[in-house]
């Protein structure tokens, strides 16, 4: 007798996607744009960014750095996000997206130690103009009355009227670096994610134009993570998989450059997984003759930022030519 098991390993084995990764370089760009459009499709993301009433809320001297809190409001939905502008010249701009916890504090370092380790902070610290939103569901997004996140009620009402968490956060955190990229029209500008803030920087970058990108604790396959075991409801977004596995998204972000960090005894998004689609994206890089624009970072650790390769990664994709 089949078991319930065996019905949802079917159900994955008899769901082909639509998409597979072109073989030459020269249908690599059309089959790039289609990728994004059907991508925004499914996620529910308007193909205009439309922003307005940007304002500064706050601005704080912290000796080497200015923290700066900003609000706007995107669909009527009043965002905020911080910018860390160091004392010096920016090397460029990061966009930091932080994962489940406390929300943009958390990664700017204003709640202690955490598997985020305050890298918007780190990354300020290390020259960069480091863009935190407060994405939708976390932190001072958060619907009225509870204490995590409110990715769960977000997400089933998101998706009863066909819309979806993960293209909300987007959206929102496009909109984001477009305003941050207004104060420093001159650098280039980079996205870096942990978990959940992973999630949103890897579909972002494969969505839209950035300079390098930095997944962390994310890459894989969907099989092996989010369809293997329990994962907050913000993941899901309805037929994704009739027309993506996650390295085909991943891999269509090439030819930017791009880092993985994935840690040996991460539970959620294994490594091993993260090391057999690594050979998939990188044949992809390959294949464009941009290899080198590809890099992982397999470190021995838990589901956590490790920053070791990755703050130097940044620097030397987005630092301008002299």
């Not at 930091?96 to 204003?110: N, Q, S, T, V, Y």
Request: proline content about 5%; some cysteine; charged content about 25%.
């Amino acid at each position: 007798m089949s078991t319930v098991d065996d019905f949802l390993l079917r159900e994955y084995e008899d769901c082909k996607p639509s998409f597979s990764i072109p073989d030459n370089p020269f249908s690599f760009p059309s089959w790039k744009e289609s990728v994004r459009k059907e991508l925004r499709s499914k996620l529910c993301i308007p193909d205009e960014i439309a922003y307005d009433d940007v304002k500064l809320v706050k601005d704080e001297d912290c000796v080497s750095y200015r923290r700066k809190l900003y609000s706007f409001s995107l669909s009527g939905l009043v965002c905020p996000f911080y910018l860390l502008v160091p004392d010096k010249k920016p090397l460029g701009l990061v966009l930091a997206l932080p994962g489940h916890g406390k929300g943009a504090d958390d990664a700017i370092g204003l709640c202690g130690e955490s598997y985020e380790k305050k890298f918007a902070l780190k990354l300020c610290e290390e020259g960069f103009a480091v863009a935190v939103p407060e994405l939708l569901g976390f932190g001072r997004m958060m619907l009225e009355g509870d204490d995590e996140n409110s990715c769960h009620r977000l997400a089933v009402n998101l998706l009863f009227e066909g819309k979806t968490l993960l293209g909300m956060r987007v959206y929102e955190a496009y909109a984001v670096i477009s305003i941050a990229s207004g104060f420093f029209p001159h650098v280039k500008k980079g996205v870096m994610g942990i978990s959940g803030g992973g999630t949103v920087a890897a579909f972002l970058s494969a969505i839209y134009d950035v300079d390098a990108v930095v997944v962390s604790g994310y890459a894989g396959f969907f099989i092996t993570s989010i369809l293997a075991m329990h994962h907050c409801v913000c993941n899901y977004v309805p037929s994704l998989l009739k027309s993506f596995e996650l390295p085909t998204i991943l891999a269509s972000i090439a030819p930017v450059p791009m880092l993985w960090e994935s840690g040996d005894k991460d539970p959620i998004y294994p490594q091993s997984a993260a090391m057999e689609a690594s050979e998939i994206v990188n044949g992809c890089y390959r294949m464009l003759g941009c290899e080198n624009k590809f890099s992982v970072d397999f470190f021995s650790g838990e589901h956590e930022i490790h920053g070791l390769v990755a703050y130097d990664f940044l620097k030397a994709n987005l630092k301008l030519s002299d």
